[in-house]
């Protein structure tokens, strides 16, 4: 099956690997076949060729770990020990062994969720982002009333400014870091 692997910053190299099948899996896994993928901000130091934050980041690049650093994806559960999942099934989430660039991924069955079919692969990618944008928001004490300041406004800092909006903030101000200005969401 294909892979792919960081051999060089912001390079990649195709590569064959054995076939994942379904014997290779363990209690709650699934596997999937590959439909789309995300680039997380956490991603961007092994893109550059330097050591990361992320879990399984052995070394520069972690040039030798097939399929890294990709742990957003979409895929196609093909075969499934969890019992929430379904061949056939399309899901959204996390490759929880941070090697999601690859034909078939071994998955976590609960670091993926089912999503709308109406959405094509490329979409739902948007949905993994967002879900941890949540999550992050529900932690929080109660918004309503509240000047927010969201700090960054690329993706993520984006879908913070929009959630905590939703979560009742008042005022939510943007400021980007590096530019001239802050821009203020009412």
Not at 6 to 20: D, G, H, M, N, Q
Not at 58 to 67: I, L, W
Not at 119 to 137: E, K, N, R, S
Not at 140 to 148: E, M, Q
């Amino acid at each position: 099956m294909w892979s792919y692997r960081i051999v060089a910053p912001y390079l990649f190299e195709r590569t064959s690997i054995p076939e994942k099948t379904p014997d290779c899996l363990r209690d709650r896994q699934v596997l999937l076949r590959f439909l789309a993928a995300g680039v997380c901000g956490s991603d961007m130091p092994a893109f550059r060729g330097v050591r990361g934050p992320l879990p399984g980041d052995d070394g520069p690049s972690g040039a030798e770990k097939d399929g890294f650093p990709i742990h957003e994806v979409v895929g196609e559960v093909i075969a499934s020990r969890h019992p929430e999942h379904r061949p056939g099934d399309r899901v959204v989430g996390w490759a929880s062994a941070f090697d999601g660039l690859m034909e078939r991924v071994v998955t976590d069955g609960d670091q993926v969720a089912p999503y709308d079919p109406a959405l094509t692969p490329a979409q739902a990618i948007g949905l993994q982002p967002l879900a941890c944008v949540l999550y992050a928001v529900e932690q929080l004490p109660d918004l309503s009333g509240r000047h927010v300041g969201i700090i960054g406004q690329g993706s993520i800092g984006l879908l913070f400014s929009c959630a905590v909006k939703a979560a009742g903030a008042q005022h939510v101000t943007g400021i980007e870091i590096g530019r001239a200005s802050c821009r203020e969401r009412v």
